[in-house]
Each structure stands twice: as structure tokens, then as C-alpha cells.
């Protein structure tokens, strides 16, 4: 038997939990994009979950305000690219030595495989530049999608395909490949470039270094012209002068070479330093956030889910925008609705003037001495009449929502008189009379610290007044119980 009760206990005890915790969860949306839409026709019910959901709406553009939840949600204006400056567009190329026909034509300069392979890596370092070039196009699509108005998410989210696919070349639909395929795409592009540097500073050198042989070798026949000219009549005379002519010419060639190369040079490291410093920086990870950061989420507010478990829900939401919009919308829009609720147990607390009544020895007895003989007194209660005790104090009514203008509440309270010389337990039945504003009737029982005779004495007992202090002996107990009837006003709210 007591086994099948205890079977039984945890079997309510489950079932009890379960409706306990037991919630639904209804959402409610509302689309930015479609104005007039207004929550008040909405039934609210009692221990479900709301959650609302304003679609269509940028929050990059539109700062969302909210009483239903307990913070402000912004998107924050991405910032792409701050501090890299981009490279214009480079020709880097190896500068002609002459024309065919000129003095370096048969020059083993021209004819040089370094060129060949120096020429090869510029044109890989030139083809990078450009295609890193275009992130800034895509920078710039990313900045317009992210501030459009006016427009479905679902419009802004394919119109961001397409263009990271014209950017790619290819023709993804999945976004996460999409991201995928950014960042390696430009880590690619950065590190093909930066290989091909590296190639460059091997080589160059070399390069140059055949240059300075032939500069030198002409060198020579220069030095020599100028110290020993050739008499006019010599028959070397035409010969030497050629060579001499030829000599000076191809020195002049080769040195504007070697500027020309180094110039290239020297753009060529500052073009793969920018890009270098893009990817060190972390700037493609950036890029790649930015294209994640157009979604659903950030043109959707949503706030948190609200448990309907007090007398009314007020959904007031502000929205926002602090800037120029590029759309012909509104700036502002207020959403200001209050929805009630059914159901469940709610405390208030009201404070005002209570009325306590009782005994003599609740209301607390005024003692003296009224004399017998010369020598001897008794003790007796001074006759007041019938007394009221004023005091002023706060009560707490727990009650259940009705949802109508009159309530019923058990009502526990402390009041304290003008003199502020006790405090007084109040337990009582009230009736609250209005919604929001609230009249509360209560009455019930009071209790109470009092002053009474000392026990150690007793009324109508003659005692000799130099035995006895010279006041009647009192002392304070507590608790004595009475009557109170109080008018109080319902102030505040407790939320739980």
C-alpha cells in the first residue's frame, strides 16, 4: 500500500512539474517594409513565450530600441580596408633596351634569358595587382548592399551572389563556399606575388650584373678613344671613332636601363608590401566577415523571448536612424502597444492610512497612582473611552489575475504610528477597486507591541508609595492582537 502511494505522490509530483515548465513559444512578426501592422488585435496567453520579430529592416541603418528586451541591438557599420591603401594600377614591365635595328640589337644584353625570366615574374606580380585590385570593387558592393533600404533580404542576399561570383568567376550559390572561395582567392593571388618577388631579387642582380660587364667593357674603349685619340689621317682613324661612338651610346642605353629596371624595381616591392601587409594585418579574414555580416540576422530584429506572466505586456520600440538614408523612407517609427494577460499569481503593494483597534492591552494602557491613605496608593488603568489608533504603513496583496477592474487579495503589512514609536503586523483581506490605479479596502488582524503592567504588580492593590518607583512599573510585550480597517493606494507593481 505504501508503495502504491508513493507510486502515486511521484506520478503528481511529474505531472505537476510538467505543467510547471511546460511553455510554448509563438512568434510574432511584424514586416518593416509593410507599415500599419499593429500588435493589439494579438492574444497574449498566459506562461507562453513570445518572441518578436521585425523583418526587413536594416540594422546597420536603424538603431533598434526596446522595452522588451534588456539591451540595444546595432549593427555595427563595417569599417573595410581602414588604414590599407590599395595600389594603383602598375605597368610593370621590363623597358625595351632599343629597336631592333640600334646599337643593343646584337648586344648578348637583349639577348639574355634573364630578361625572359624577369619579365615573367612582373607579368605574375602585374596579373595579381589587378586581381587584388578588384577586392576594392567588391569592398565597394559589400559597403552598398549592407546600407540598402527599401528592399527585401532576400533581394539584397542574391544580388551579394552575384557579384561575389562575378568576382570569381563562377557561378556558387552556397554562401559558405562563397566565403571559402574569397579567402583563398586572394590568399592565392598574395602569395603568387610574393613568390614571384622573391624570384625577382635573385635575379635582378644577375641581370644587372651583365649590364655593368658590358658598361665596363665599353667603358674601356671610351677611356682609351679619350686619352689616345687616333690621328685624322690614320687609316684606324673611322674605325675607333665608330667604336668610340657606339661605346658612348650603349653606355648611355644601358644606364637608362639599369634606372628603368630598378624604378620597376622599387614599385614592383611597394605593390607586394601593400598586399603582403594586407594579408599579415588580417584584412582578408576582415574581408571575408564583412561579406558573412550581410545576413538574415542583421535585417532582422529579434528580440529575446518574453514570458507573458504579469498583468500586461507594453511592447514599446523604437526605431531609429541617425544618418542621411539612401532610400526615400522614414527615419523614425514608434511601435507602442500594450497587450494584457490572464493567469497567475501577482503581488502588489499599495501604502496609506490604517485605522487599528482593541483591548486596552493592545492599544497599550495609560497607568497611575491614585492614592488610599497618606501613605498608601493603588494601581489603576486611566479610562480613556473607546480609542482608535492611527497609523500610516504599506500592505502586499497576493492575489490572482482576473483581468477586470475588481480584485480580491490576501494582504499581509506593516504600518507605523506618527510618533514612530512601534511597528504593527497587519494581515488582512482586501478588495482592490481599478486596474492601474488602484483604491484598496482591507481589514483583518493587527498586532502589536504594548505597554501593560509590570507583572510583579496588580491593579486595585495598595501598596506603600516608599516601596514603589514613582512612576507605575510597565513593561513592553509583544505580540497583542487587534482589529485594523485601512484605505490604501495601490502604487507599484512587484515583477518577478
Known amino acids: 500500500m505504501k508503495n502504491k502511494i508513493a507510486l502515486l505522490f511521484m506520478f503528481v509530483c511529474v505531472l505537476f512539474t510538467h505543467q510547471v515548465l511546460a511553455q510554448n513559444e509563438e512568434t510574432i512578426k511584424i514586416d518593416f517594409l509593410k507599415p500599419g501592422q499593429e500588435l493589439k488585435d494579438r492574444n497574449l496567453e498566459y506562461k507562453t513565450k513570445y518572441i518578436l520579430k521585425i523583418e526587413n529592416i536594416n540594422r546597420n541603418l536603424y538603431k533598434v530600441e526596446s522595452t522588451i528586451t534588456s539591451e540595444n541591438v546595432n549593427a555595427t557599420v563595417p569599417d573595410i580596408f581602414k588604414g590599407i591603401k590599395l595600389p594603383g594600377y602598375l605597368n610593370l614591365a621590363v623597358p625595351k633596351i632599343s629597336s631592333t ?5 646584337a648586344s648578348p ?3 639574355s634569358n634573364y630578361k625572359t625570366t624577369i619579365e615573367g615574374h612582373l607579368k ?100 682609351k678613344w679619350e686619352k689616345e685619340p687616333v690621328n685624322k689621317k690614320d687609316a684606324k682613324y673611322d674605325r675607333s671613332l665608330i667604336a668610340y661612338e657606339k661605346a658612348k651610346d650603349e653606355n648611355e642605353s ?10 620597376v624595381i622599387v614599385k614592383t616591392n611597394e605593390s607586394v608590401a601593400t598586399m603582403i601587409k594586407f594579408r599579415d594585418e588580417n584584412k582578408i579574414n576582415e574581408l571575408v566577415n564583412n561579406y558573412n555580416i550581410i545576413n538574415e540576422s542583421n535585417f532582422t530584429f529579434t528580440s529575446e ?19 542621411l538614408l ?27 492610512i490604517f485605522f487599528n483597534g482593541g483591548n486596552d492591552d493592545f492599544m497599550g494602557r495609560e497607568l497611575q497612582y491614585q492614592p488610599i491613605t497618606d501613605s498608601t496608593v493603588t494601581i489603576k488603568n486611566k479610562d480613556g473611552g473607546d480609542r482608535i489608533l492611527l497609523s500610516l504603513g504599506a500592505l502586499m496583496h497576493i492575489y490572482r489575475r482576473t483581468g477586470k477592474s475588481v480584485n480580491y487579495a490576501l494582504s499581509p503589512g506593516l504600518s507605523t504610528t506618527t510618533a514612530f514609536d512601534g511597528v ?3 494581515l488582512g483581506a482586501s478588495v482592490l477597486l481599478g486596474y492601474k490605479n ?26 506603600l508609595k516608599k516601596e514603589i518607583p514613582e512612576s507605575p512599573p510597565t513593561i513592553k510585550v509583544f505580540p497583542k492582537a487587534g482589529w485594523f480597517f485601512s484605505l490604501t493606494y495601490n502604487f507599484s507593481e512587484f515583477k518577478s
Open 124 to 223: 605574375t606580380i602585374n596579373e595579381s595587382n589587378a586581381n587584388f585590385k578588384k577586392t576594392a570593387v567588391l569592398n565597394n558592393d559589400f559597403i552598398n548592399l549592407f546600407n540598402t533600404c527599401n528592399t527585401e533580404y532576400k533581394i539584397i542576399e542574391q544580388n551579394l551572389i552575384d557579384k561575389v561570383n562575378t568576382y570569381l568567376g563562377s557561378k556558387v550559390t552556397d554562401r559558405a563556399t562563397q566565403s571559402d572561395k574569397i579567402k583563398s582567392t586572394l590568399e592565392n593571388v598574395i602569395n603568387s606575388s610574393e613568390t614571384a618577388r622573391d624570384q625577382l631579387d635573385l635575379v635582378v642582380p644577375k641581370y644587372t650584373y651583365e649590364i655593368d660587364k658590358e658598361i665596363k667593357s665599353n667603358t674601356k674603349v671610351i677611356l
Open 109 to 111: 644584353i637583349s639577348r
Open 438 to 463: 488602484r483604491l484598496v479596502i482591507t481589514g483583518g488582524l493587527v498586532l502589536r507591541e504594548a505597554k501593560i503592567l509590570d507583572k510583579n504588580y496588580n491593579y486595585n492593590t495598595e501598596y
Open 305 to 323: 523571448p518574453i514570458l507573458m506572466k504579469t498583468d500586461e505586456t507594453k511592447f514599446d520600440i523604437k526605431i531609429t536612424s541617425d544618418k
Open 326 to 352: 539612401p532610400c526615400n523612407s522614414t527615419d523614425k517609427v514608434h511601435i507602442l502597444e500594450t497587450l494584457k494577460t490572464k493567469g497567475g499569481w501577482k503581488i502588489d503593494f499599495s501604502t496609506g
Open 101 to 105: 635595328t640600334g646599337p643593343l640589337a
Open 254 to 263: 644601358y644606364t637608362k636601363l639599369k634606372d628603368s629596371i630598378n624604378a
Open 424 to 426: 504593527n503586523f497587519h
